[in-house]
């Protein structure tokens, strides 16, 4: 099985130009979704990450939803929120509510269609939202939601979960780093 990602030519070099004018050399463009599934994999507290996930993360770009089996990223689906703004740029709470239980029954009909074994819950990451996306799933699908929690309680917040899992993969050798 192969995960692809792919990124605008003219983005990357434009962040690795102004990393390198800064005095820094990226080694690594990862997306977002790979630096998830690994902050899932290495720190979570109370998941067994070798389980069958659908992660649930939603920040300010947009909702983000992952397929997370036995701590790898197998798919990801992107709701920005420009797709469901208003002609005021507003997004109503019903928008929300629609958004969130058509994007999540979609991957969940992926999901279903590509592997036997059950979900075993929705993993939740929301720094905003969070109550209303989680009575949305519990009204709405027969699923469990939790909130990402993660072992190093030091009061990271979880805007800054990406960030963390590409400090993860940054503690890896670069020899060692097979991702």
Do not use: C
């Not at 800064?22 to 290495?42: H, K, N, P, Q, Y």
């Amino acid at each position: 099985e192969i995960l692809a990602a792919f990124a605008d030519r003219n983005t990357v070099d434009q962040v690795t130009k102004a990393l390198f004018e800064a005095g820094f050399t990226a080694m690594v463009i990862e997306s977002r979704a790979l630096s998830l599934a690994r902050i899932f994999r290495e720190a979570a507290s109370g998941f067994n990450a070798a389980g069958f996930y659908i992660m649930f993360n939603i920040d300010g770009a947009g909702m983000d939803f992952l397929v997370l089996r036995r701590g790898e990223l197998y798919f990801e689906y992107f709701v920005g929120w420009k797709d469901l703004v208003d002609e005021k740029g507003q997004i109503s709470e019903d928008a929300f509510h629609r958004a969130v239980v058509r994007s999540l029954r979609q991957v969940v009909n992926f999901y279903n269609q590509h592997w036997k074994e059950p979900v075993n819950e929705v993993v939740l990451i929301a720094p905003a939202l969070k109550d209303e996306a989680m009575a949305f799933i519990k009204n709405d699908f027969p699923l469990s939601v939790r909130e990402l929690k993660i072992k190093f309680d030091d009061g990271i917040a979880e805007e800054w979960f990406v960030a963390l899992g590409a400090g993860v993969r940054g503690l890896v050798s670069r020899g060692k780093d097979k991702e």
